[in-house]
């Protein structure tokens, strides 16, 4: 790492902000990396980096893009106070970054959706919440950073030139019917019939994506499903690399919204039937599988899930789509370094939505083969959103304390970290009001046979 201060001395003059601009453009610092040459500069978590190169940052793409420059003018505020601000000249190698991470990714705001979806998740929730539920984004910056899905309809043409400029590919796609009809009742927005259109225009300037369909029975299912198949990997040469099958979410808080229903058991199977006479098709005439259904929809269908192999390179791993079987596949390799036994006595509960119960049940079973260890599996049946809610990620802590609350979970409960976001479940309820509830110690476990593994195991892993 090379650094060179050319001056420290405050800017010479405020850049001005566009006051029509969302309100919070800051580039708050959360972390600093020790030996970094935003340590070596003096940066502190909660300072600002006002601007880089005299540019103010929209976000983490422009603080990706203007750090490579090799002389770089940061202007910073200590503590986020503009009037304390100072600039300085660095010079670093091309890929040497400042080492911070900020508290969000956007800095000027998430873009909000105008879209009116009857199955939109925002529309389906309580009041007091956990505050970030109730944010209905539809921002292409958390789509290229994250695998957020966009509807393309909520793009301004500022929006559009950052996707070209920064070549922002692949991006995350909310597809769910190339028919122009369909596709607008679903979204409750005339745009919506404009993707052909804007799917052409992010082709054309060398832009990938990956769809997906919410399938919805009476609405985007039979002959409208078959056509948006069709179509969108007629669109493969283009850019369309994949299009995830997911089965609607619906919940019981869905007061003056139109009756849709999800998915029985049948209705699953025969989704994945079509699906699978479509990968047949698809590997012959694409070289791909092209459409995959999510987890879940196997699941629900009461299906074996494929093999790992069968995801190809698992382009839609964050969207559910062969989570399970890869860890699966992941967890028979992880009990082969499984002891025997640990040397304290160990119990442990494994919170989960009922959904994955079964598929959590085989590696809980292993577990209990240890000596001086138990592991418990405690399914939690989601009362908060009621029964059609069954996976783990939509946790409340209210419904697992009631079902909870009372029993010996022995030395510690593990809970799914799809459940927890900046230590708070859905309904607002935080990790340490769990804990105190239940009389135990919480742990978050992410989805890993070896993070797994390493929980129930405790220190003897």
Same mark, same amino acid.
């Given at each position: 790492?090379?650094?060179?201060?050319?001056?420290?001395?405050?800017?010479?003059?405020?850049?001005?902000?566009?006051?029509?601009?969302?309100?919070?453009?800051?580039?708050?610092?959360?972390?600093?990396?020790?030996?970094?040459?935003?340590?070596?500069?003096?940066?502190?978590?909660?300072?600002?980096?006002?601007?880089?190169?005299?540019?103010?940052?929209?976000?983490?793409?422009?603080?990706?893009?203007?750090?490579?420059?090799?002389?770089?003018?940061?202007?910073?505020?200590?503590?986020?106070?503009?009037?304390?601000?100072?600039?300085?000249?660095?010079?670093? !190698?091309?890929?040497?970054?400042?080492?911070?991470?900020?508290?969000?990714?956007?800095?000027?705001?998430?873009?909000?959706?105008?879209?009116?979806?009857?199955?939109?998740?925002?529309?389906?929730?309580?009041?007091?919440?956990?505050?970030?539920?109730?944010?209905?984004?539809?921002?292409?910056? %958390?789509?290229?950073?994250?695998?957020?899905?966009?509807?393309?309809?909520?793009?301004?043409?500022?929006?559009?030139?950052?996707?070209?400029?920064?070549?922002?590919?692949?991006?995350?796609?909310?597809?769910?019917?190339?028919?122009?009809?369909?596709?607008?009742?679903?979204?409750?927005?005339?745009?919506?019939?404009?993707?052909?259109?804007?799917?052409?225009?992010?082709?054309?300037?060398?832009?990938?994506?990956?769809?997906?369909?919410?399938?919805?029975?009476?609405?985007?299912?039979?002959?409208?499903?078959?056509?948006?198949?069709?179509?969108?990997?007629? %669109?493969?040469?283009?850019?369309?690399?994949?299009?995830?099958?997911?089965?609607?979410?619906?919940?019981?808080?869905?007061?003056?919204?139109?009756?849709?229903?999800?998915?029985?058991?049948?209705?699953?199977?025969?989704?994945?039937?079509?699906?699978?006479?479509?990968?047949?098709?698809?590997?012959?005439?694409?070289?791909?599988?092209?459409?995959?259904?999510?987890?879940?929809?196997?699941?629900?269908?009461?299906?074996?899930?494929?093999?790992?192999?069968?995801?190809?390179?698992?382009?839609?791993?964050?969207?559910?789509?062969?989570?399970?079987?890869?860890?699966?596949? !992941?967890?028979?390799?992880?009990?082969?370094?499984?002891?025997?036994?640990?040397?304290?006595?160990?119990?442990?509960?494994?919170?989960?939505?009922? %959904?994955?119960?079964?598929?959590?049940?085989?590696?809980?079973?292993?577990?209990?083969?240890?000596?001086?260890?138990?592991?418990?599996?405690?399914?939690?049946?989601?009362?908060?959103?009621?029964?059609?809610?069954?996976?783990?990620?939509?946790?409340?802590?209210?419904?697992?304390?009631?079902?909870?609350?009372?029993?010996?979970?022995?030395?510690?409960?593990?809970?799914?970290?799809?459940?927890?976001?900046?230590?708070?479940?859905?309904?607002?309820?935080? %990790?340490?009001?769990?804990?105190?509830?239940?009389?135990?110690?919480?742990?978050?476990?992410?989805?890993?046979?070896?993070?797994?593994?390493?929980?129930?195991?405790?220190?003897?892993?």
């Amino acid at each position: 790492m090379s650094l060179t201060i050319l001056t420290r001395k405050p800017p010479a003059f405020p850049r001005p902000i566009n006051p029509y601009r969302p309100p919070e453009p800051h580039a708050v610092v959360e972390k600093v990396e020790p030996g970094s040459l935003a340590e070596e500069i003096g940066i502190q978590p909660g300072d600002e980096i006002l601007t880089l190169n005299g540019e103010r940052m929209e976000d983490v793409i422009d603080y990706r893009f203007l750090i490579t420059d090799e002389e770089v003018e940061v202007v910073v505020a200590p503590g986020g106070r503009a009037d304390d601000s100072y600039r300085v000249v660095v010079e670093k !190698e091309m890929d040497e970054t400042l080492g911070v991470t900020f508290r969000a990714d956007v800095f000027d705001g998430i873009r909000i959706c105008t879209n009116n979806c009857d199955f939109c998740f925002v529309y389906q929730n309580r009041r007091g919440m956990r505050k970030s539920v109730y944010v209905k984004d539809d921002d292409y910056r %958390l789509s290229f950073l994250h695998g957020d899905f966009i509807t393309l309809t909520n793009l301004t043409e500022q929006c559009w030139e950052r996707i070209f400029r920064y070549h922002l590919s692949p991006l995350y796609v909310s597809i769910h019917a190339t028919d122009p009809e369909a596709r607008v009742a679903m979204l409750r927005n005339p745009d919506g019939a404009k993707l052909m259109e804007h799917l052409d225009r992010l082709f054309s300037h060398g832009i990938e994506i990956h769809g997906q369909v919410v399938y919805t029975p009476g609405i985007n299912d039979g002959p409208i499903l078959d056509r948006t198949i069709e179509d969108m990997a007629a %669109l493969y040469a283009r850019g369309c690399r994949t299009l995830a099958i997911v089965p609607v979410g619906l919940t019981t808080q869905r007061s003056r919204l139109p009756a849709l229903r999800t998915l029985d058991r049948d209705e699953a199977r025969s989704v994945l039937r079509k699906t699978r006479a479509y990968q047949q098709r698809f590997r012959k005439e694409l070289g791909t599988r092209f459409v995959y259904p999510s987890d879940e929809m196997y699941l629900l269908a009461e299906a074996p899930l494929p093999s790992p192999r069968s995801y190809e390179d698992f382009p839609q791993f964050e969207n559910g789509v062969g989570m399970i079987p890869r860890l699966n596949a !992941e967890w028979k390799r992880v009990e082969r370094r499984i002891p025997a036994r640990i040397g304290q006595p160990r119990e442990v509960t494994l919170i989960t939505g009922t %959904l994955a119960a079964p598929v959590l049940r085989p590696f809980v079973e292993r577990l209990n083969q240890v000596e001086n260890l138990q592991v418990r599996l405690a399914p939690v049946r989601n009362d908060f959103f009621g029964p059609t809610v069954t996976v783990a990620g939509l946790l409340t802590g209210g419904d697992i304390a009631a079902q909870l609350a009372g029993t010996d979970l022995g030395d510690v409960a593990l809970l799914p970290s799809v459940a927890v976001r900046d230590d708070a479940f859905m309904d607002d309820w935080t %990790l340490d009001q769990l804990s105190a509830a239940l009389g135990v110690p919480l742990e978050v476990v992410k989805p890993s046979a070896a993070h797994l593994a390493e929980a129930a195991l405790g220190p003897d892993w």
